[in-house]
């Protein structure tokens, strides 16, 4: 922020004004200021997590963090979404422009399904979250923006979600944040089609810690550790793994091919993303 004294006027500089204010732009940060807030709100229930070691759940934050959300990551599915990640997987496009059955798993507030919905006007789309409020406020923004014929939201798991043979199933920045991911991974072999796709989009994060020491890797650390981790190691069976928002791409691909997929790559990249593929 300038000052002027001359004409007492503060001025954003541009590349301040892009982060700040400009909601179509994939640099779009200002929520990230609602999210954090939300989620330290839950601070004195977060400190009795770590003295406990029970985690705590998604649905256990303070309302703004599931808008919040939904605001944060928006911007990036609109510029990169249709333009970029479909396109990076394997024959997905096409299927999607003739018409596919698709399921957004974890899907919130429903912001990818909709932009999907959206730019695949064949295609039917399914979104799935086990956080009720999160699927009431997916309907409702379907239907104002007219794309609900062409979309169902539905309180599932992602280890009993309705449907079979789907074309592709979605993981938006969700995988990471499950109790069973293994279990996640072998409910969706049995629910794709055998030439169908998984798309999982997680956060960028290196191999190694020194690799996240910058200022995305520190945002996605801390939002792993009061709010990502916490609902793994609450919603955790026996088999529960915590992944954590900076899980690695190694873990990440031992996770999906343990659940029962052969094949598993990263098919493209943003400075806060990574896209990845799976195939049965
Ligand atoms: C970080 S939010 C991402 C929401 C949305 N995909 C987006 O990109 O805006 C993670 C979501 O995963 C959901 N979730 C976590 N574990 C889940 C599970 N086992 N089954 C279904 N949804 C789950 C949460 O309720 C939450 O809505």
């Not at 004409?7 to 982060?19: C, D, K, V």
């Not at 109790?179 to 191999?207: N, S």
């Not at 793994?241 to 943003?270: K, W």
Request: charged letters at 20%; glycine letters at 10%; a negative charge.
């Amino acid at each position: 922020m300038a000052y002027d004294p001359q004409t007492e006027r503060y001025t954003l500089p541009p590349e301040h004004a892009m982060a700040l204010t400009d909601e179509t732009s994939p640099a779009y940060v200002a929520p990230g200021f609602q999210l954090m807030l939300a989620i330290v709100r839950a601070e004195p229930r977060i400190e009795e997590a770590f003295r406990t070691g029970g985690g705590m759940e998604w649905g256990e934050h303070h309302s703004d963090l599931f808008p919040a959300t939904e605001r944060f990551f928006r911007t990036g599915y609109l510029a990169y979404l249709v333009s970029s990640w479909i396109p990076a997987l394997d024959g997905v496009e096409a299927k999607l422009k003739s018409g596919a059955t698709v399921a957004d798993v974890g899907c919130g507030h429903g912001a990818s399904t909709r932009i999907m919905a959206q730019a695949y006007p064949n295609s039917r789309f399914h979104g799935f979250d086990n956080h009720a409020p999160s699927i009431e406020a997916a309907r409702a923004e379907a239907e104002a923006e007219g794309v609900g014929d062409r979309i169902t939201f539905e309180v599932a798991t992602a280890q009993d979600f309705p449907g079979s043979g789907y074309d592709l199933i979605a993981y938006f920045d969700c995988l990471h944040d499950m109790g069973d991911p293994v279990g996640a991974m072998r409910y969706a072999r049995r629910a794709v089609a055998d030439d169908g796709a998984l798309l999982i989009v997680e956060p960028m994060a290196g191999e190694h810690v020194e690799e996240n020491i910058n200022p995305v890797g520190r945002v996605f650390s801390g939002a792993s550790v009061l709010c990502c981790t916490p609902n793994a190691i609450a919603t955790g069976g026996p088999e529960g793994v915590a992944l954590g928002t900076v899980a690695t791409e190694q873990q990440l691909r031992e996770v999906v091919l343990e659940g029962g997929f052969t094949r598993f790559r990263r098919a493209t990249e943003t400075p806060f993303n990574r896209i990845f593929e799976a195939r049965p």
